[in-house]
């Protein structure tokens, strides 16, 4: 069931008002286009009177969690009172899905500077970030967007290091300043189909995300792409409970052998309980390992295999 833009602000009052089930209208909204959107915003926070602002909060904030990024951003340019709201929002959201940016983020028009130090600062509260499909993404970007989203303290002493010229001082505030952009907040990334990312990006994620928990890099096969599998030594100090991965077609027996060496060690991904291998492993279907994993109490998925239908 569908409706027209006549009808949504009847259907978001029902919602406001507690009577429509919010994953019935969170389907209804999923067609929603761009008039019907600014439709809602100007219903909602012109027409609506702020008497009850605790109880506008929470249901904007209830609202706003049904759209895509890129529509909350068109939504903000309508009014102040949608500005505001939508930036208070920001602050509370706890995930955060770009892959509806996957066309722009990192080609040669993108704005790194602007996204980076104007729009992502807004989100303080990501616990999950999401990259599918931004196959222009390199390190440099991922990087420079775990940078954006970690909340930091300035060093006092950085720039009075500088001056004076005291260069132990400004190398130990440098360490420290780097050791500021740490982000343990974020325990998600799903960088699946990020096609330019290498083994370099692993060596960042470890650095940057010290208490992540699921990481997708199915579909990454430029990782893999030089038989180089040394970047998934530097993930093995994280508390990872869940990692999807695809290796390169090129990659050997032996290449793979190191890698399941690796992940079915005992001292090494202590807290792994599942390897997704869905998006693509078929070198690791013919090393027999699965035996080392299963000791190791690692669930494993395994490739689906398509079999083909032969006519009658």
Do not use: W
């Not at 109880?55 to 939504?75: A, C, E, G, P, T």
């Not at 096969?221 to 869940?242: H, M, Q, R, W």
């Not at 290449?255 to 792994?272: H, K, R, S």
């Amino acid at each position: 069931m569908h409706f027209q833009a006549t009808d949504i602000p009847y259907r978001v009052r029902l919602l406001v008002n507690g009577y429509m089930n919010a994953s019935h209208i969170q389907y209804e909204l999923g067609d929603v286009c761009a008039p019907c959107i600014t439709l809602i915003g100007l219903y909602y926070f012109e027409l609506k009177t702020f008497d009850y602002e605790n109880m506008i909060v929470v249901s904007s904030s209830l609202l706003f969690s049904y759209f895509r990024i890129s529509h909350l951003v068109s939504l903000s340019f309508v009014s102040k009172s949608i500005y505001h709201a939508l930036t208070a929002y920001y602050a509370r959201c706890t995930t955060l899905d770009l892959s509806d940016y996957y066309g722009v983020i990192g080609n040669s028009d993108f704005n790194l500077h602007s996204f980076c130090h104007v729009f992502l600062p807004k989100f303080r509260s990501v616990q999950r970030l999401s990259l599918r499909y931004c196959s222009h993404v390199k390190t440099v970007h991922l990087d420079a967007i775990l940078r954006a989203l970690t909340s930091i303290v300035a060093s006092k002493n950085s720039s009075s290091s500088s001056m004076h010229g005291n260069v132990s001082a400004a190398v130990s505030s440098a360490n420290a300043n780097e050791e500021s952009y740490k982000n343990k907040k974020i325990i998600e990334l799903d960088l699946y189909f990020c096609s330019k990312i290498g083994s370099r990006t692993l060596f960042k994620i470890s650095a940057r995300l010290p208490n992540l928990k699921q990481l997708n890099i199915g579909r990454c096969y430029a990782i893999t792409a030089e038989k180089n599998v040394n970047g998934f030594k530097a993930l093995e100090c994280l508390p990872l409970k869940k990692l999807t991965i695809s290796l390169d077609p090129s990659i050997e027996k032996s290449e793979c052998t190191e890698i399941v060496a690796l992940l079915t060690d005992e001292d090494t991904f202590t807290e792994l309980k599942t390897l997704d291998l869905s998006y693509g492993c078929q070198v690791m279907m013919e090393v027999d390992a699965f035996s080392d994993f299963e000791e190791k109490k690692i669930k494993v998925i395994r490739p689906i295999k398509h079999h083909k239908q032969h006519n009658m």
